[in-house]
């Protein structure tokens, strides 16, 4: 039996993982399908100079310390805080919900009204689900609920998900603020990489006891045996060559443009949750304040996952899902040299500091 370790997926969870495993003494192959590192964080500069997220944009985000030290050993960060708006009755106004936004949407004597009831009932800066106001014994609030269930959840999740069933933990995930900050995240670390996403992982990959190898795919179950340990970051069914049914994902196609303007919208991205069949516009130069005369834009529509045609970006974690994953998980169990990680290998909806912190925790 070989030696090495092998790490199938070079993207952030892989990256991690494979350096963990180096700085341990470990000779670690490091494999991915794609002819690119970085998984779905991949960015590359454009012919306008600007750096362009292939995959949708990126934003590094996290509360934990530990992972924050670890990322920044491997690239610099900008202090960029996120901020997303949204185009609601044709107005643009920052989302998730709180005080400003109300004030930017309905007329002044509506919005008091709410600021009053919301402030009167609920902490300051708390974070409130919409199903909260629901429950209040308030037409006000009982309103505010259903504009922001229809105006930003509704038609979004039916082009993001292809269902009309808006998940509990999906309106949960974007909770009103009652207070003034409209950045997207609340966390105390936030930023882009300067030099990009490919840089920094391409240095964490940088190690004397990391090889790897691109366009080369892993052949599944068979071949883990012939190594001393594998973590596999893809698709868990995948691994089992799909013996027990697909695993369903969602997934992105993005249109590229690029327009003959220093600058195509007010903010990095916008969204449509009720206009056109895209979901957002991302404006990439405003993510390392990049300079050109041009800029490169791209609109983002969601699809199904189709195997061979397009790439899995989002977990479907409903009830069904998980337990066929479970499944999968139970058969993995003869495998003991093999552990599985990630936003695929483990079917959660991880953000990029989740996945980071999984593999190091695993290590
Ligand atoms: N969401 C929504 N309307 C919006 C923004 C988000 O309904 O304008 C919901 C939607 O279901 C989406 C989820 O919240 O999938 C998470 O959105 P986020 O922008 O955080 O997701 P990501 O950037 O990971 O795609």
Redesign the pocket.
């Given at each position: 039996m070989n030696s090495q370790i092998l790490v199938v997926g070079a993207g952030f969870s892989g990256a991690s993982v494979a350096r963990k495993l180096a700085e341990q003494g470990e000779d670690v192959l490091v494999m991915d399908r794609l002819g690119h590192i970085a998984g779905a964080a991949y960015d590359e500069k454009d012919q306008n100079g600007i750096t362009v997220h292939k995959y949708?944009?990126h934003i590094f985000h996290t509360s934990k310390p530990q992972v924050w030290k670890f990322v920044r050993r491997f690239a610099q960060f900008n202090t960029y805080m996120h901020k997303?708006c949204?185009l609601i009755d044709g107005t643009e106004a920052f989302?998730p919900f709180n005080l400003s936004t109300i004030r930017k949407l309905f007329p002044p004597t509506l919005a008091n009204r709410l600021e009053e009831k919301l402030l009167e009932r609920f902490d300051y800066n708390a974070k409130i689900p919409i199903s909260e106001f629901k429950k209040q014994n308030d037409a006000d609030l009982k309103f505010l609920a259903s504009y922001i269930y229809e105006k930003?959840?509704l038609n979004?999740?039916k082009k993001?998900?292809g269902t009309d069933k808006?998940d509990r933990a999906?309106t949960a995930?974007?909770p009103v603020l009652i207070g003034t900050d409209s950045r997207?995240f609340s966390d105390v670390y936030q930023g882009i990489p300067i030099g990009g996403y490919t840089r920094l992982i391409e240095n964490m990959l940088s190690h004397k006891k990391i090889r790897v190898v691109l366009n080369r795919k892993f052949e599944g179950a068979r071949e883990s045996k012939k190594f001393k340990a594998v973590y596999y970051t893809g698709s868990i069914d995948e691994f089992f060559e799909y013996n027990l049914g697909m695993l369903p994902y969602r997934s992105l196609r993005f249109e590229f443009r690029t327009h003959d303007a220093p600058y195509y919208q007010s903010n990095s991205v916008i969204?449509y949750?009720c206009n056109y069949d895209f979901?957002r516009i991302h404006e990439f130069k405003y993510y390392l304040d990049e300079r050109s005369p041009k800029t490169t834009i791209a609109y983002e529509y969601p699809q199904p996952f189709i195997d061979g045609e397009n790439e899995r970006f989002?977990p479907i974690e409903t009830r069904a899902n998980s337990a066929l994953y479970k499944k999968y998980l139970k058969q993995a169990q003869k495998f003991e040299n093999v552990r599985f990680l990630g936003r695929l290998g483990d079917y959660k909806?991880y953000?990029m500091d989740e996945a980071v912190e999984r593999a190091m925790s695993m290590v």
């Open positions: 949708g944009s997303v949204a989302i930003v959840f979004y999740t993001q998900w808006v999906v995930r974007v997207y969204n949750p979901t989002y909806y953000n």
